[in-house]
């Protein structure tokens, strides 16, 4: 890699997501690249930052994150934190990132000042990339953070959060250098985009202080994980009820669910499991839970919709996939890997081999590093024209589409922010017009009662 690439300073911020971020700033430091994250909340699920440089003003902002997840004692306290305290190390923050360096990595569509200091960005001559993860660019008629709130998210809100969005993206793409998502996610863009598949999810878990329990008299008793950050999306009622019907008929099962918990204590299960079941209506086979349960070799089943959208744009990728399955499909699965212990293993070894090959931190940093030289191959671009994803993410088809409905019956097709992409906006209409009943994977997984049999960790 051309030393002059290697001689750029690099910014990431603002926010972390299945640690995604601090993986990312490991993954320049093993360049020798230097670059700092620096976070604005603290964040329970993602993993500590370390390796930031000394310097006053990183100490003031870690200050100032540990006072705000602290809470406050009174209303004004809380108010002057918002209105004053907040704003000012943002600003002394971008005074001193504008001065030091030369690349700016935003994650979530986060930014300092909502997306104004973009343009002072610009003129100076700084290279800028947007990083997407999810919920921060996917429609939200077309998100289980929103149709499964019920009366809390009307149709009435979600036309305007899909305003707010599709403005927030043109803003970026206006700007951005490179934006980097995942195509079932990527409706609001209209400039192609690097596809997140090549670039990848950086994962290197420092594991010293992690033990993996005393199991001995356990070897007949298969332990599964679940994990959810947020249930309902995840489908974490007919995970319960998927478990409890397979013990019913025999399976000696420990169920383990962690509900809300700490990056560290997940990680601790992670490696007394035998497998995961992460979520039932995902719409990326590896996500944050997964890539961490692939570095312990432990495979991790995940329900979805979208193999169809991923077998078009992620075959070259060598993602593994064998585990990503239609939510019909999600108990056979588990009921293998189950019953077939090589087969369990063999698939963890698969997930393992790839996040440790293809996803290392540095690895992940180096594509970065390629975006910036202008040598990006042509497979790593994404036209959002291509889109044909109608499913979602966090509820089953007949949630999405019914909640879909609602939203165009509100705000009219334009509520959908597809005129760009007319095909793909017809292809959402007749989805949303059409009355069969498609939801023969919420009635194959509530067929059992009851609860598992299981080991309640932490509901949060």
């Known amino acids: 890699m051309a030393d002059n690439i290697l001689k750029l300073r690099v910014f990431i911020g603002l926010v972390d997501i299945g640690s995604y971020y601090s993986g990312l700033k490991q993954g320049f430091d093993e360049l020798g690249v230097e670059a700092v994250f620096v976070p604005l909340m603290r964040n329970k699920f993602t ?3 370390t390796g930031n440089p ?6 003031l902002v870690d200050d100032v994150r540990r006072i705000g997840a602290d809470g406050f004692r009174s209303q004004v306290m809380s108010i002057g934190y918002s209105w004053l305290v907040m704003p000012l190390t943002k600003l002394l923050l971008l005074m001193w990132t504008v001065v030091r360096f030369d690349v700016f990595i935003f994650g979530f569509a986060s ?12 003129v100076l001559g700084k290279k800028i990339i947007f990083v997407f993860n999810g919920s921060d660019s996917r429609p939200p008629y077309i998100s289980g953070n929103f149709l499964q709130k019920g009366d809390k998210c009307s149709a009435a809100e979600c036309v305007e959060v899909a305003r707010r969005k599709k403005k927030a993206m043109r803003t970026i793409e206006r700007y951005a250098d490179f934006c980097i998502n995942h195509p079932p996610q990527a409706h609001f863009h209209e400039r192609k985009f690097v596809n997140h598949c090549f670039i990848g999810h950086p994962c290197k878990l420092l594991v010293a202080s992690l033990t993996d329990g005393d199991r001995s008299g356990e070897s007949d008793i298969v332990r599964i994980l679940h994990a ?3 249930p309902k999306p995840k489908g974490t009622e007919k995970v319960r009820a998927l478990v409890a019907g397979l013990q019913g008929a025999g399976h000696a099962i420990q169920y383990v669910e962690l509900t809300n918990r700490p990056n560290h204590e997940v990680l601790q299960e992670l490696l007394r499991c035998d497998f995961v079941i992460d979520e039932l209506y995902s719409d990326i086979p590896l996500a944050g839970l997964g890539t961490e349960a692939a570095f312990f070799g432990k495979p991790a ?5 979208a193999q169809e959208e991923l077998s078009r744009h992620a075959t070259l990728t060598g993602l593994p996939m064998a585990l990503y399955v239609r939510p019909e499909e999600v108990e056979s699965v588990v009921r293998r890997l189950l019953e077939d212990k090589p087969y369990r293993l063999a698939a963890g070894l698969v997930a393992q081999r790839f996040v440790t090959e293809q996803w290392t ?6 594509r970065f590093l390629r975006l910036l030289t202008g040598n990006v191959p042509p497979e790593w671009w994404y036209d959002p024209k291509s889109i044909r994803y109608l499913y979602g993410w966090g ?11 609602e939203v165009i019956k509100v705000g009219g097709p334009s509520a959908l922010h597809l005129s760009d992409k007319p095909e793909l906006e017809a292809s959402f209409l007749r989805f949303a017009r059409s009355r069969e009943n498609t939801g023969k994977d919420d009635a194959s997984l509530e067929v059992h009662a009851g609860n598992p049999t299981s080991v309640q960790l932490g509901v949060g």
């Open 301 to 305: 089943v995940v329900g979805g919709y």
């Open 361 to 366: 931190p540095s690895k992940v940093a180096a």
């Open 54 to 59: 000394s310097h006053w003003l990183l100490s």
């Open 47 to 49: 993993r500590e930052v």
């Open 111 to 122: 930014s300092f000042f909502n997306f104004w200091e973009l343009p002072l960005l610009k």
């Open 395 to 405: 509820g089953s088809e007949q949630q999405i589409r019914e909640y879909l409905a």
């Open 228 to 230: 959810p950050s947020n």
